[in-house]
């Protein structure tokens, strides 16, 4: 292990000197890499220091115990405890310092939520996880930006995009992706009966136009009218984009902007992602895509977390976590859920490293 450290130092150091090339800048995809490398970097080479300078404290102290007697022993290996604990615990930041990174982390976050089993509250639904997530991110100090938003008759989404813009907004966000389960009384329901609905929501990294190369070529672009809740038009020229990718099938539509070319950017720049997410699950050799190893079918049964009103309850079936505080949970405040799947994360690759 410290062989590897000693070569993340030097090239730490390198990619310092880099960096601190004005002629970098010319080459703005070097300068990202660069950039993002040292921030990974950074982590590491900061925490093995804290390290080091611990396990020197706990060196010094023990020397001086073996030059020492009496009272001032005593004195002595009751600091030691203290400067044990700090060395421990800094082995520890060292040893998740060194997990194999996220390809994603630090990357912009696309999210797209719909309602999927149970109709018009299944779309009710999907405006209450957007709405959750929205107020997560004003909690994170993140900024988002709508992409497009297909209202449902009740006021909810049947379909909503949006973009979120953090430094950790994919690290904190990546296990949302999967089925969404509600139990609750629909507003639909004259008998106060509890059904059973869901949303899926996929989360995807943004893809910069120089990751993604999309050939004209393989794009068959629709345009139409804006139409609203109920199928009615809300424009009178064709501003509605429809973009299909020919080699995978893929299609994103947007229709939010009045501008055309507005909705057209909009959809490469979700087409991009898409891809590129599907690019990577190809290179680890996962079957499925980016979409279906998220959502799976949208069914109620398959689902990752479940949302009881009655009893106030949120149940992440992955971790087996329970919360009894939907209230605060629908609030944005899903701190604890996220530092949960996060640790989870965590201690299952230090578990396969030494195994």
Same mark, same amino acid.
């Given at each position: 292990?410290?062989? &590897?450290?000693?070569?993340?130092?030097?090239?730490?150091?390198?990619?310092?000197?880099?960096?601190?090339?004005?002629?970098?800048? @010319?080459? !703005?995809?070097?300068?990202?890499?660069? @950039?993002?490398?040292?921030?990974?970097?950074?982590?590491?080479?900061?925490?093995?220091?804290?390290?080091?300078?611990?396990?020197?404290?706990?060196?010094?102290?023990?020397?001086? #115990?073996?030059?020492?007697?009496?009272?001032?022993?005593?004195?002595?290996?009751?600091?030691?405890? @203290?400067?044990? +604990?700090?060395?421990?615990?800094?082995?520890?930041?060292?040893?998740?310092?060194? /997990?194999?990174?996220?390809?994603?982390?630090?990357?912009?976050?696309?999210?797209?939520?719909?309602? +999927?089993?149970? =109709?018009?509250? +299944?779309?009710?639904? $999907?405006?209450? /996880?957007?709405?959750?997530?929205?107020?997560?991110?004003?909690?994170?100090?993140?900024?988002?930006?709508?992409?497009?938003?297909?209202?449902?008759? &009740? *006021?909810?989404?049947?379909?909503?995009?949006?973009?979120?813009?953090?430094?950790?907004?994919?690290?904190?966000?990546?296990?949302?992706? *999967?089925?969404?389960?509600?139990?609750?009384?629909?507003?639909?329901? @004259? !008998?106060?009966?509890?059904?059973?609905?869901?949303?899926?929501?996929?989360?995807?990294?943004?893809?910069?136009?120089?990751?993604? !190369?999309?050939?004209?070529?393989?794009?068959?672009?629709?345009?139409?009218?804006?139409?609203?809740? *109920?199928?009615?038009?809300?424009?009178?020229?064709?501003? +509605?984009?429809?973009?299909?990718? /020919?080699?995978?099938?893929?299609?994103? $539509?947007?229709?939010?902007?009045?501008?055309? #070319?507005?909705?057209?950017?909009?959809?490469?720049?979700?087409?991009?992602?898409?891809?590129?997410?599907?690019?990577?699950?190809?290179?680890?050799?996962?079957?499925?895509?980016?979409?279906?190893?998220?959502?799976?079918? =949208?069914?109620?049964?398959?689902?990752?977390?479940?949302?009881?009103?009655?009893?106030? &309850?949120?149940?992440?079936?992955?971790? *087996?976590?329970?919360?009894? &505080?939907?209230?605060?949970?629908?609030?944005?405040?899903?701190?604890?859920?996220?530092?949960?799947?996060? /640790?989870?994360?965590?201690?299952?690759?230090?578990?396969?490293?030494?195994?």
């Amino acid at each position: 292990m410290f062989d &590897r450290l000693s070569e993340i130092t030097k090239e730490y150091d390198a990619v310092l000197v880099q960096l601190g090339d004005p002629s970098i800048y @010319s080459d !703005q995809k070097k300068f990202r890499e660069l @950039s993002r490398r040292h921030k990974e970097l950074e982590t590491i080479v900061t925490c093995y220091k804290a390290y080091l300078d611990a396990k020197s404290e706990v060196d010094t102290l023990k020397e001086m #115990i073996s030059e020492s007697s009496g009272e001032d022993r005593e004195l002595l290996r009751d600091e030691l405890e @203290s400067v044990e +604990a700090n060395l421990e615990l800094q082995t520890k930041n060292l040893e998740l310092a060194l /997990l194999p990174k996220d390809e994603n982390d630090g990357r912009n976050v696309i999210v797209e939520i719909r309602g +999927a089993e149970g =109709g018009e509250e +299944a779309n009710l639904f $999907a405006k209450d /996880l957007f709405d959750m997530y929205i107020r997560y991110c004003d909690r994170q100090g993140w900024k988002w930006e709508l992409l497009s938003a297909d209202e449902s008759e &009740r *006021g909810g989404y049947t379909d909503v995009t949006f973009i979120v813009k953090g430094q950790d907004a994919w690290s904190k966000l990546k296990h949302e992706g *999967g089925p969404h389960r509600v139990q609750r009384v629909p507003v639909t329901e @004259s !008998q106060g009966r509890v059904h059973t609905s869901s949303a899926t929501v996929t989360i995807l990294p943004e893809a910069e136009e120089v990751e993604v !190369q999309i050939d004209p070529n393989d794009l068959k672009i629709d345009v139409y009218r804006s139409t609203g809740p *109920g199928g009615q038009s809300v424009n009178t020229t064709d501003s +509605a984009v429809r973009i299909t990718h /020919l080699p995978t099938g893929l299609v994103v $539509a947007m229709q939010d902007e009045k501008s055309q #070319i507005q909705n057209r950017a909009k959809a490469l720049q979700v087409l991009r992602s898409r891809l590129l997410k599907l690019e990577q699950e190809k290179q680890s050799a996962e079957l499925s895509s980016a979409r279906k190893s998220q959502i799976g079918g =949208g069914g109620r049964s398959e689902k990752i977390r479940t949302y009881n009103f009655k009893e106030n &309850r949120v149940t992440d079936h992955r971790i *087996g976590l329970t919360l009894y &505080r939907l209230d605060r949970i629908l609030l944005g405040e899903l701190e604890e859920i996220t530092e949960a799947l996060l /640790l989870d994360e965590r201690t299952r690759q230090l578990e396969s490293q030494g195994s």
